[in-house]
Nanobody
Framework: QVRVVESGGGLVQAGGSLRLSCAAS????????MAWYRQAPGKQREFVAH?????????TYADSVKGRFTISGDNAENTVYLQMNSLKPEDTAVYYC???????????????WGQGTQVTVSS
């Protein structure tokens, strides 16, 4: 089984920065991609950032965070980070990490989600 755990959320003032971490562990053959999503109260979960094959350098971002957020990773540790700068109150949400991984002993990839970490940006 693959386990995904996020950390690093908290309360920050507008204009501040936070760095989220997401670690995947367990029987993992390969991680094909990892991504961050977020869900604000009363809204649907939305895409934030994606990295293809940790360490590949291939990343994509939602328009709302482009230029402010950076996704990066440590392939050896199966960990990705989300550096969030110039935070705005509208960035307030629960941030979820998603791993698209092939578990050990399997031929097929599956989606794995963490429990989420709260980010609150005060104005």
């Amino acid at each position: 089984q693959v386990r995904v755990v996020e950390s690093g959320g908290g309360l920050v003032q507008a204009g501040g920065s936070l760095r989220l971490s997401c670690a995947a562990s367990g029987r993992i053959f390969r991680i094909n991609a990892m991504a961050w999503y977020r869900q604000a109260p009363g809204k649907q979960r939305e895409f934030v950032a994606h990295i293809f094959r940790i360490g590949s350098g291939s990343t994509t971002y939602a328009d709302s965070v482009k230029g402010r957020f950076t996704i990066s990773g440590d392939n050896a540790e199966n960990t990705v980070y989300l550096q969030m700068n110039s935070l705005k109150p509208e960035d307030t949400a629960v941030y979820y990490c998603n791993a698209v991984a092939v578990p050990g002993g399997s031929l097929y990839q599956s989606n794995y989600w963490g429990q989420g970490t709260q980010v609150t940006v005060s104005s």
